[in-house]
Nanobody, 119 residues
């Protein structure tokens, strides 16, 4: 079992930056692949970025490539999402998620943190 707690959301002007953090509980954080997802009002939840348990592999949605960076610190049991050059279309609730590296689906989710980008 792992519990996830996101922080770092807020209101920012277009072009600004935010860094989201996701702190995990439990003793085996290092076996989990981690991901950031987002859901805008009236839309489905979409993947933003993922990172493997060893940080050897990352994935970014096309819409955030070159602007967002996902990273993790296994010693601190924390995953980060650095978001630069924010756009109004990045406005959404951002969720942190975890999955066992041997499995396909993300099983553990945080409560979400709101990111609002004003134009």
């Amino acid at each position: 079992q792992v519990q996830l707690d996101e922080s770092g959301g807020g209101l920012v002007q277009a072009g600004g930056s935010l860094r989201l953090s996701c702190a995990a509980s439990g003793r085996t954080f290092s076996i989990y692949d981690m991901g950031w997802f987002r859901q805008a009002p009236g839309k489905e939840r979409d993947v933003v970025a993922t990172i493997s348990w060893s940080s050897s592999s990352t994935y970014y949605a096309d819409s955030v490539k070159g602007r967002f960076t996902i990273s993790r610190d296994n010693a601190k049991k924390t995953v980060y999402l650095q978001m630069n050059s924010l756009k109004p279309e990045d406005t959404a609730v951002y969720y942190c998620a975890a999955k066992n590296r041997r499995l396909r689906d993300y099983d553990y989710w945080g409560q979400g943190t709101q990111v609002t980008v004003s134009s």
